[in-house]
């Protein structure tokens, strides 16, 4: 009886720590950095996409597909899929481009230090492919403060298939 009982109790952990590993290795790719050559990003991207996501351009303001966009879901980096921000996080803050107080995942952004233009920003990155999306600025609403200032071009919307509340 007592063999069959760490036999089972063998089988349980496992069972567990196999589960473990494939969560870990699931977290993994979704961290896995995307690197490609800029002709394969000039192959993939639209002209727009690559002026914006690659060249570290912008749009016009009030011009871009998601600024007026009050649909419930997430809003993914258009160069390699990542899951960026939520509709949760998004205002209209008068600027003319889709922004937002938070990204979904700290993490999933990296920040750096922007001087062109005669100008000092803080350009926002994809930290998966290193991909231009916007700018942060200290102006937003609170919880946090911020306004992630994003070009349409740099995003794709994933609406949910629940409905936003008013």
Known sequence: MKTIQIFFT??????????????????????????????????????????ILRQCGTEPPFTGKYYKTKDNGTYHCAACGAVLFSSDTKYDSGSGW?????????????????????????????????SHLGHIFPDGPQPTGLRYCVNSASLEFEKSQTEKQP
């Open 98 to 130: 889709p922004s937002f107080y938070a990204a979904i995942d700290k993490d999933a952004i990296t920040e750096e230090v922007d001087t062109s233009y005669g100008m000092r920003r803080i350009e926002i990155k994809c930290a998966k492919c290193g």
């Open 10 to 51: 063998v089988i349980l952990v496992a069972a567990a720590t196999h589960s473990h590993a494939q969560e870990k290795n699931q977290d993994m790719k979704n961290t896995e950095k995307v690197i490609k050559t800029e002709k394969q990003w000039q192959q993939e991207l639209s002209t727009e996409q690559y002026r």
